[in-house]
């Protein structure tokens, strides 16, 4: 073990809250942005084919740029990555609240996802080098997620609030107060350690194809969505991807200076927590999209309403991040975490293929959503631990940034693919049903939730298939004081030197989901 004693930042507490505000305002901003869209179309003169790039031009963006944002960090410093990430995301706000037309409500959604790439990696690996001992960390982050994971709930709340009895403009311009005290915040009060930064170059060639591959893989499946999976643009973008993705590693494996060192995602506890989040993001993205129509469609909530609704599960992935996760963190394994979390989760996707149009929420819906939420955040929080174990202090912003990737693109692949499935279901049951059908609006009805419970059946089956990977490809200790990369099971060479630096204790990091579609 190192003998050096890693520097404690006294104002380390409130630094906490200023980038625990910054993500608050990330995830608000998303689930804000959903329940304003049908306003914001209509006003705007949006057409039905368009719409949906309100949500992907984000996507894009941030997904494609994760890992050059992260890598940014590393370089630029996390600090002035986290102010600049801020700023830009204020203004790209102001000028989506301030849209006259598609173009420019599009164009601000797209510059939100350039600076929301630039701000998610550099905010939390910022807390990686603040909290530097085991207890305090885990602490920090449970507080942090908390915190973060109640921004899909307030956003929800206030998204209906503010476009049911203000304007959907607002739901934009909520974000402007929020960068300005976080950015001001973060100039008063947050220190980053200099032995941290990464003095290399910027992979040029690994950020051009990265983006790139990125990109063509989330287009890919947007459009897999609306014009089907073996149309000529989406094979062809597929295609693209793979060549792309694979020119990529070629490239990070024979330059000096990688944008994505590969030792970051090839260590076997690493990419058992990529794979796995990456799956249980799948499966609950889904699960959002259809819950919100669901509950607006069929059950004829108010946006409001609907909100509330989801009250219980983010109440319970609070609970189960900071009072299951974050205590047992440090006594116990990861994968006897995870695992279980990833299965109580699916249990709660189980309870949900029961519904039908007269369900009750509260004898179904509720415990299914607590299990959810309990699950979920149980497992998140080793997960988020996990993901930066071991690596070096100079590589936090990028394997910060890996785990966002497999969540963005987790995302978009499981809107894409549960809603392909969720169509296929919810026409073919039309067509099956129609001769008998009492009337139309009936059938359409019965269709929908036919097609729901088809595409959350599988839900489950990827929840169930996460579980089974983090359980067999994650084998390191429980990460509870001294050294977290010491027991990390696999020791490849490449990480020889990330082992020692993890010792200090300087850059095991906890990270929270970023729900942003």
Do not use: C
Request: aromatic residues 8%; hydrophobic residues 55%.
């Amino acid at each position: 073990m190192s003998e050096t004693v890693p520097h404690v930042d006294p104002r380390r507490w409130k630094a906490l809250i200023f980038i625990a505000l910054a993500q608050l305002m990330v995830v608000l901003d998303a689930t804000i942005v959903n329940i304003a869209l049908p306003s914001a179309q209509k006003a705007l003169g949006i057409t039905d084919a368009n719409r949906q790039w309100v949500i992907t031009a984000y996507a894009l963006a941030f997904g494609g740029l994760l890992l050059f944002g992260g890598r940014v960090a590393d370089l630029w410093g996390r600090k002035r990555t986290f102010i600049i990430g801020l700023i830009g995301f204020a203004a790209a706000s102001a000028l989506g609240g301030a849209a006259v037309n598609q173009g420019m409500l599009l164009g601000a959604r797209a510059l939100q996802g350039v600076f929301g790439a630039l701000l998610a990696p550099a905010a939390l690996s910022l807390l990686a080098v603040t909290f530097t001992e085991a207890r305090e960390r885990a602490k920090a982050f449970g507080i942090f997620g908390a915190i973060a994971g109640g921004g899909g709930a307030v956003g929800l709340i206030l998204g209906g609030l503010l476009t049911e009895y203000m304007n959907w403009r607002w739901t934009f311009f909520v974000n402007i107060p929020f960068a300005v005290v976080a950015a001001t915040g973060a100039v008063l009060v947050i220190r980053e350690p200099a032995e941290g930064r990464n003095s290399s170059r910027l992979d040029v060639p690994g950020v051009i194809l990265a983006t790139l591959g990125l990109v063509s893989l989330v287009y890919g499946f947007t459009r897999a969505e609306s014009d089907g999976w073996l149309a000529g643009p989406t094979l062809g973008l597929f295609a693209a991807a793979a060549a792309l993705l694979l020119a990529f590693v070629l490239v990070e494996s024979k330059v000096k200076a990688p944008l994505l060192p590969l030792r970051v995602v090839a260590e076997r506890n690493r990419g058992g927590v990529y794979a796995s989040l990456g799956l249980a993001i799948i499966g609950m993205f889904g699960l959002f999209l259809f819950l919100t129509y669901y509950l607006q469609i069929v059950k004829g909530y108010s946006p409001v309403t609907t909100g509330l609704a989801f009250l219980p599960m983010i109440a319970g992935m609070i609970t189960g991040s900071t009072q299951i996760g974050a205590r047992l963190m440090t006594r116990v394994r990861p994968r006897l975490l995870m695992a279980p979390g990833f299965v109580v989760a699916a249990t709660g996707m189980l309870v949900l293929t029961r519904i039908d149009l007269d369900t009750s929420y509260p004898a179904l819906i509720l415990p299914a959503f607590l299990l959810l939420g309990l699950g979920m955040g149980t497992a998140f929080m080793p997960a988020m631990s996990l993901a930066t174990h071991g690596v070096q202090p100079r590589d936090a912003g990028v394997a910060s940034a890996m785990v966002n990737t497999s969540q963005q693109v987790g995302g978009a692949i499981g809107t894409a693919l549960l809603n392909t499935i969720a169509a296929s279901a919810t026409t073919a049951y039309a067509t099956a049903h129609a001769a008998g059908a009492p009337s139309r609006q009936l059938l359409k009805l019965q269709s929908m939730v036919h097609g729901y419970t088809a595409a959350i059946w599988w839900a489950v089956g990827i929840l169930v298939l996460a579980a089974a990977i983090a359980f067999v490809f994650i084998n390191t200790g429980h990460q509870g004081g001294g050294s977290p990369a010491a027991s990390s099971g696999d020791g490849a060479g490449a990480d020889a030197g990330a082992d020692a630096d993890a010792a200090t204790g300087g850059d095991s990091e906890v990270q929270v989901p970023v729900m942003v579609h």
